[in-house]
Each structure stands twice: as structure tokens, then as C-alpha cells.
């Protein structure tokens, strides 16, 4: 079997960043994924949100686990670091990383299988600790490499393409983050680039947990009638709270928002995360609230979608440590192995 590969050569018209870079200088290798994957979508929306925001594809580290997600950061940012883990233990390779060099932006791609069921614990570490890292979850709530059996988010009550009825509860990964702590927490719709893109921008220009819950339907096995992730249905039962624009701080359109209609939540690195409100009465900064908006929706069988919960003054992993500064992974023996007069004054202090 032979694949096609992109050209390198750029055309000369193509619109340029802040960076020089065109859009194409963010794209990765031809995708292997089925025709019409909802994967496909959310990496297009990753390369469109990232030249936007003009950052510089060799700052991002991109990790990833197992499945067809996590196949998929071969397909965006091809000049970027990454790191393809075992299976569910993404999370703890990134928390790894991040603590030995901080200055990196940190994009984490899973899937519902490898964060919902054997990476659940690794999730939930990586949520509550505060880990700066923008982590995508692709959710078509199927096995689609081993031919769609369901995962652990399908919902109760769906049906697999062969008819069969799931029994089980699902794992609703957005109402976990909430619940464990996590300071950005958005779902949204792969076939929504409108919304998806802001929040991507959104999340990876937050300071610390940042989850996007994508629901990204499988067109091999999960985009039938019956199925609670297919197209039409969460086309038909899509209720979004807000509508997203981010902008970043040197941006200057302000004024074309009329008063009342935007809410500014200011980021620790100067932008401005503005969500113009269509939902009455909806806060996006009350935890408690999202959780109780969530499930009072899920009741009624609608996805919620949108930015669900922020908080800007979150604390990111590195300040629940206390750690220094300068990026671990630069310090040297003399810094890192202090001796012993160092740990028995640490000792002396524990007495």
C-alpha cells in the first residue's frame, strides 16, 4: 500500500502569522484514519488554533497513548516534540515532562478508551494535581481499533452498530475533571469548528488543567441510528451555553462588543479568554454550578457544550510545589545533589 505525501513546497500567497509561518507549517503526515473521521476534524481545528495564536510549533511537546486518537498527533504540528506512551499512562508521562521543563506548552491527545477506562486513575492524578497541559479527549465512546466494542463513556442505553444494547453507566469524563478539580473544562463537537476552535485557544493559553471533551463520532462503528455520539444525533440534541471568541492580549478589537454582552476572564499571561453569553443566567466561573447545569441536561438527554467551567486564578502543579523557577532539566549536579550538609539541614528541619 503507498500514501500519497503532502508537498513541501508552500505556495507564495499563503496567509503568514505574527511567526512568518503559513498554516501549512503546522500540519503533520497524511492521515490513515477513516474518511470522514471525527479525529481528523478536532487535528485540523489543533493546526488552525495554534497558527492563530502564533506559537512556535518546536515549543510544543505532544503526548499522546493508544488508539485512534492517539494516532492523530501525527497528523498536526509535524515540527513539534512528541511522545507516543503506552496505553492510559499518557497523563503521567506528561506530568514528567512538565515538571522538568516547564517553559514547553504541553498538548496531551487521548481517546475514551485510553482515559476512560485503563488511563482512569492517570486521568484523574493529572486533573486534580493542577498539571499545566491542554488535554483533548477524543470521544467516540467505541473500541474503534478493535472493531467497536463500547468504551466506557457510551451512554446507557446506546446501540453498537451490530444492535446490541449497552448496559453499563457511562463515564462522563467533564463531570470527573469538574469534581477532581480541574480549571478549564469545555466539551465540544468535532464537527464544530466554530466553537472548538476558541476553546482550544482558550485551553492552551490557560495556566494549569486545561480538558476539551470532544465528542468525535466513529464512521466505521459509532455513526448509526441508536448511537448517543454519531453526527445526527449530537447535531440534534446539542445545547451549546455560550458562544467563544478568544482573544489575545495585543489584539485591540474590543470595542466591537457591546456592553453587557461579553464576559472577560483575564489569563495570567495577559489574554483575554471572551465568551459572549446566549445562555441566560449561565456562569462559567461557578464550579458547582456546571456541575448541576451538566447533569440537569444530561436528564433531558442533551449534550452541553461550550466552556463549561474556567477558573483564571488557578494554581498549576508547579506552584503546589513550590518548585523553582528555572526548568529542572537545566540545573546542574551541584543544584539537583546538594550533599549531605544540605539533607541533614533538611532532616534538622523534619525533627
Not at 18 to 29: Q, S
Not at 219 to 242: I, L, Q
Amino acid at each position: 500500500m503507498t500514501y500519497l505525501a503532502k508537498p513541501k513546497l508552500h505556495h507564495p500567497t499563503l496567509q503568514r502569522n505574527a511567526l512568518g509561518f503559513t498554516r501549512r507549517d503546522y500540519e503533520g503526515k497524511i492521515s490513515t484514519l477513516c474518511a470522514g473521521c471525527g479525529h481528523d476534524s478536532i487535528s485540523a481545528a489543533l493546526v488552525q488554533a495554534c497558527w492563530e495564536l502564533d506559537i512556535e510549533p518546536h515549543r510544543v511537546a505532544k503526548l499522546s497513548g493508544i488508539g485512534c486518537s492517539s494516532k492523530t498527533p501525527d497528523y498536526f504540528l509535524g515540527a513539534s516534540h512528541g511522545f507516543n506512551t503506552v496505553h492510559g499512562r499518557m497523563p503521567s508521562v506528561a506530568t514528567g515532562a512538565n515538571l522538568a521543563n516547564r517553559e514547553l506548552l504541553y498538548l496531551g491527545v487521548s481517546g475514551d478508551g485510553d482515559s476512560a477506562s485503563i488511563g482512569l486513575g492517570q486521568f484523574a492524578h493529572a486533573m486534580r494535581r493542577g498539571v499545566n497541559l491542554t488535554y483533548i479527549v477524543e470521544n467516540n465512546g467505541v473500541y474503534g481499533l478493535t472493531k467497536g466494542q463500547f468504551s466506557a463513556t457510551a451512554d446507557q442505553g446506546s446501540k453498537s452498530k451490530k444492535g446490541v444494547v449497552n448496559t453499563d453507566s457511562a463515564i462522563d469524563l467533564v463531570a470527573l475533571a469538574l469534581q477532581l478539580g480541574a480549571s478549564y473544562v469545555a466539551r465540544s463537537f468535532s464537527g464544530d469548528k466554530e466553537q472548538l476552535i476558541p476553546l482550544i485557544k482558550g485551553a492552551m493559553r490557560h495556566h494549569g488543567a486545561a480538558l476539551i471533551d470532544v465528542i468525535s463520532p466513529c464512521v466505521a462503528f459509532n455513526n448509526h441510528a441508536g448511537s448517543t455520539k454519531s453526527y445526527d444525533y449530537v447535531r440534534a440534541h446539542n445545547e451549546a451555553v455560550n458562544r467563544l471568541d478568544f482573544m489575545p492580549s495585543r489584539d485591540a478589537i474590543q470595542l466591537m462588543y457591546a456592553p453587557g454582552e461579553v464576559i472577560e476572564v483575564q489569563q495570567h499571561d495577559g489574554s483575554v479568554l471572551r465568551l459572549r453569553k446566549l445562555a441566560a443566567g449561565y456562569d462559567a466561573g461557578d464550579r458547582l454550578a456546571a456541575m448541576s447545569h451538566i447533569a440537569t441536561h444530561e436528564s433531558r438527554g442533551e449534550i452541553l457544550t461550550g466552556l463549561l467551567y474556567v477558573n483564571a486564578s488557578a494554581q498549576d502543579l508547579h506552584e503546589h510545589l513550590n518548585t523553582v523557577d528555572e526548568p529542572l532539566n537545566r540545573l546542574g549536579d551541584a543544584q539537583l545533589c546538594p550533599g549531605s550538609a544540605a539533607l541533614a539541614a533538611i532532616n534538622a528541619e523534619l525533627a
